[in-house]
């Protein structure tokens, strides 16, 4: 084979290669989103126990607030993908148990929030709930607490990095959302990447999560554990898995955020 049919060859495969690249890549955004945003079917009705805030275009977000009287801290929740404020509720008891009250909301597409759910909208939304604990509740920063539970981290970490709060709660936490599925950068247009917001956290970190982890391997974690910049707490449960943490790790769990919760 001559030279320039030899070149003629190699410049078609790579041609080939870097069409099925970008068709993988397109591919890999659409089911991304259809992954990372399942929404199940509301688990809850609008009683007069929830509520709605309006996001700046238009869309009803649900919302939630769990009150403490006398609570230290309020914690700002971002739950996971499979979850809505209903199933929520059923882990709240046990936080006010600690003295702290919950307001969580729904990310759009979610229980009673409208709208479709993406990455920017998610961490928009997360900063007007913020913004209204801040402007309804008249919490100043050193009373606000953000905890993001598997998909949750991705806005909590987001937030914890624009806005000035007391401390970051990260339960199952993954170093970017596309890595879950590759485990190493393969594609372009990754989302919620919190490994390389981590640095810029500037208030104190506590990461949790099962070292038996099914669905997002325990190295996330310890990857996120690594990049915060400290102050920093962790609580690795052995044998637990992504949805089981407390059960398994049971007064322990509870003592690391009630210890983590009255350190700030």
Request: contains cysteine.
């Amino acid at each position: 084979m001559k030279m320039s049919d030899l070149a003629l060859s190699l410049g078609r495969i790579v041609v080939m290669l870097a069409a099925a690249y970008a068709i993988i890549a397109v591919l890999g955004h659409f089911y991304s989103l259809r992954a990372m945003f399942p929404r199940p079917a509301p688990s809850y009705t609008m009683t007069p126990d929830y509520f709605h805030l309006t996001a700046p275009d238009g869309v009803k977000l649900a919302a939630r607030h769990w009150e403490t009287p006398g609570a230290s801290h309020t914690v700002l929740w971002f739950h996971g993908n499979g979850e809505d404020l209903g199933t929520v509720g059923d882990y709240i008891g046990e936080w006010q148990k600690l003295g702290l009250s919950v307001f969580a909301v729904d990310y759009r597409g979610y229980g009673g929030s409208g709208g479709s759910p993406t990455e920017g909208n998610v961490n928009a939304d997360a900063a007007l709930a913020l913004e209204w604990l801040k402007r309804e509740k008249k919490l100043k920063p050193e009373q606000l607490i953000i905890f993001g539970y598997s998909l949750g981290s991705g806005p909590a970490v987001d937030l914890a990095v624009r806005e000035e709060i007391a401390g970051l709660i990260l339960l199952a936490p993954f170093v970017s959302a596309y890595r879950v599925m590759t485990g190493v950068p393969l594609l372009p247009g990754d989302k919620f990447r919190n490994l390389s917001k981590m640095p810029r956290v500037r208030c104190p970190v506590l990461v949790i999560q099962g070292t038996d982890d099914g669905m997002i391997p325990v190295w996330h974690g310890r990857k996120i554990y690594e990049a915060a910049p400290g102050p920093k707490r962790s609580l690795w449960v052995e044998g637990a898995d992504h949805g089981d943490v407390s059960e398994v790790a049971g007064e322990r769990y509870w003592e690391t955020i009630k210890s983590f919760a009255e350190s700030l």
